[in-house]
């Protein structure tokens, strides 16, 4: 598979049965400036959008899905390191299970970035989106910059400020501000800008967040776990090819069109690539080179 390719992931652990990675502010702040810790060390990767839940982590990250996911290792051993030393009880003591799935178009990476947004407001903890302080929800079409004023320069802190902060020896850049309460400005190292013209204007991006797209997400997300027959793939296949090309017989298709089928039906069926090379009648080698 070619993990050379630069792509939008949508990056995510799965939620833990018993055990809590947030617990309160101090690990919220804490759990954020990770993501600047993350965004420093492995700078090929940047962060769209993230969403830190009590019990599992949402990122919208872009580059190679070895970096993305070298990013999402980085991110959970900073956690336990940190959590090692700070926390007294309730250790996190299940596995990480952890993944990246590629975003392929605008409009699917809208709705990840929605559905990320929509996590505290889904789980019923009685926030809008915008409202939740531990997502970068709240800076997209916001006046949240003013925070800035009151901040300093990490380039103004001493050593001795910056091991007793951040406790490590990743380098943060000398511009990137702090705020009073010790979190990093997440406009420092979450691209908003790019969100914000992605969705082009407020009132389009207020009317997408109130789309449901989770019963479709989550089952894009969890598809891999299981798998449809041939019969059934081929089905949903020959009924995207008539409404796409106007055509069942997908034989018929140029390669193009084959290509863009392929990835239609990877998206709504989670079909592995060797069941697409069998559908679509392309061979395997030729869709490693397309999907990353």
């Excluded at 009880?89 to 559905?115: F, H, M, R, S, T």
């Excluded at 790019?194 to 407020?202: A, D, N």
């Excluded at 997400?217 to 041939?230: E, F, H």
Aim: charged content about 25%.
């Amino acid at each position: 598979m070619n993990n050379t390719s630069s792509h939008y992931y949508h990056c995510a652990s799965k939620g833990f049965d018993h055990c809590i990675l947030f617990a309160n502010d101090r690990e919220f702040i804490a759990g954020m400036n990770r993501i600047a810790l993350c965004r420093s060390r492995i700078a090929e990767v940047i962060v769209l959008a993230f969403c830190l839940m009590d019990n599992h982590v949402h990122f919208i990250l872009y580059g190679t899905k070895e970096a993305c996911l070298r990013w999402m290792r980085l991110y959970q051993k900073l956690t336990m390191m940190w959590l090692r030393h700070h926390r007294e009880g309730n250790p996190v003591d299940e596995p990480w299970e952890c993944d990246a799935w590629q975003i392929y178009d605008e409009e699917d990476l809208k709705q990840k970035i929605v559905y990320v947004f929509r996590n505290p407001t889904v789980a019923r903890m009685g926030f809008v989106p915008g409202g939740y302080r531990w997502s970068s929800a709240r800076f997209v079409f916001t006046d949240a910059g003013s925070e800035l004023g009151a901040g300093r320069r990490l380039g103004t802190l001493s050593s001795y400020e910056n091991r007793k902060l951040f406790e490590t020896r990743i380098d943060l850049p000398a511009d990137w501000t702090l705020l009073p309460n010790g979190l990093i400005w997440p406009g420092n190292y979450t691209e908003t800008g790019r969100v914000e013209k992605l969705f082009g204007h407020p009132w389009n991006y207020l009317f997408c967040l109130n789309q449901n797209v989770e019963s479709e997400i989550n089952r894009q997300m969890y598809k891999d776990k299981l798998s449809l027959p041939d019969q059934d793939v081929a089905a949903i296949a020959r009924e995207l090819s008539d409404s796409m090309f106007g055509s069942r017989d997908i034989s018929s298709l140029d390669l193009q069109s084959r290509l863009h089928l392929c990835k239609l039906v990877k998206k709504k069926t989670g079909a592995s690539l060797k069941q697409l090379a069998r559908i679509v009648r392309l061979p395997l080698a030729d869709l490693k080179m397309i999907f990353d």
